[in-house]
């Protein structure tokens, strides 16, 4: 994910306590016991061996031999990097799919581990480390765990379990196309379409907490890009030309009262942020033009529409207020992380079955998934799982040199893919 601000504390809004119950038959809770010193050793492997997004051959040459070592149909080489497995069950049943992310970003690790990591490489001309700063180690050994213990019970399995590993989940290299939306267009879905896709991030929650929420979860990420075209002229003489900076300021103020004054803020929230304005060079030259740049973070498909609508309308309006005018570009980045509401509410009786009492409802994360793509097909439920560490000195946000996870929340993880995939399959 691209994190916004991470405030852990803030993410615990409600402490569901509910009577302990297994959260798994005695005979699957024993795979997962007897895979998760793998699951370790995965984890530490992938940590000190972390790739950049599209660049991730060694990581999925580790995952492509564990799928093929328990008798999957394996495809490798999909955007790129992406291995898929699929676990066919020995009775018919509907198709479920679990996704974890495979790429590390250019960070140079900070944490004091045996196995941190050394790497280095280029990245967009530039000499960086590399470290898995947002967990997807974590992902990748929840998930071949997972694998292993579903595998264990193939023959009685109703119906078919598709594993994604995908690459570049914090976007593709300068240039490149990746991540979920690359899976797609190549046809993921294309075969065999899954009835239902879960997937989980690791977060600075306390460890092994299970947090989730039912509808927009995650943010719209969307940038903008504004040129305000004025006329240049003295600076003593603003009145002989067009004055963009005065514009621009105009429209900084404009583009607040989207959120504050346009949209019913009682519905969903929604962020409009200027994060740089360039234009001029001196005191006394008022310049023909300034540059804005921005990005967009909505909860929902319709907001997000909205937003893009009335930042258009309020820059080249003001613009035109002034005689000046304004060009408005959009990219659209990833979608809404939407968890499908009726899948949801099914599916958190598991999570909470698995997770106890340390099962709760997630806060609205102005961070992007692109998790939001699979989830656009197909209905789908994307979840948090704690992994801070006791000591709040070692507690820091995803994306940071110094973020830790506590490997504690490992078997909490597994037990949740295994459990969701099972209770799904036999569910329907
Ligand atoms: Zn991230
Ligand atoms: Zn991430």
Known sequence: MKPALLLFSSLLISQNVIAQAPALPVEVQSHVD???PQVIDWRRDFHEHPELGNREFRTAGIIADHLRSLGMDVTTDVAHTGVVGILQGGRPGPVVALRADMDALPVEEQVDLP???QVRTQYNGQEVG????????????????????????????????????????????????????????????????????????VWPIPAGQIAVREGGTMASSDSFNIRVQGQQTHGAAPWAGIDPIVVASQIVLGLQTIPSR?????????????????????????????????TLRTFDADTRQQIHERVERTAKQIASSAGASAEVDINLGYPVTYNDPELTRKMSD?????????????????????????ANEVPGMFFFLGIAADDPEMVYPNHSPYFYADESALPVGVQAMTALALDFLEGN
């Open 115 to 117: 196995f941190a990591s």
């Open 262 to 294: 346009q949209l019913d803020s009682t519905l969903t929230p929604s962020i409009v942020t200027v994060g740089a304005i360039n234009g001029g060079l001196r005191s006394n030259i008022i310049p023909d033009s300034v540059e804005m740049i921005g």
């Open 34 to 36: 007897s895979v998760m």
């Open 350 to 374: 598991t999570l909470q079955r698995v997770a106890g009492e340390n099962f709760t409802e997630a806060n609205l994360i102005t961070g992007a998934e692109d998790f939001s793509y699979y």
């Open 130 to 201: 590399v470290m898995h700063a947002c967990g997807h180690d974590n992902h990748m050994a929840i998930l071949m765990g997972a694998a292993s213990v579903l595998a264990e019970m193939r023959e009685t399995l109703p119906g078919t379990v598709m594993f994604i590993f995908q690459p570049a989940e914090e976007g593709a290299p300068a240039g490149e196309e990746g991540g979920a939306e690359l899976m797609i267009e190549e046809g993921l879905f294309d075969d065999i379409r899954p009835d239902a896709v879960f997937g989980l991030h």
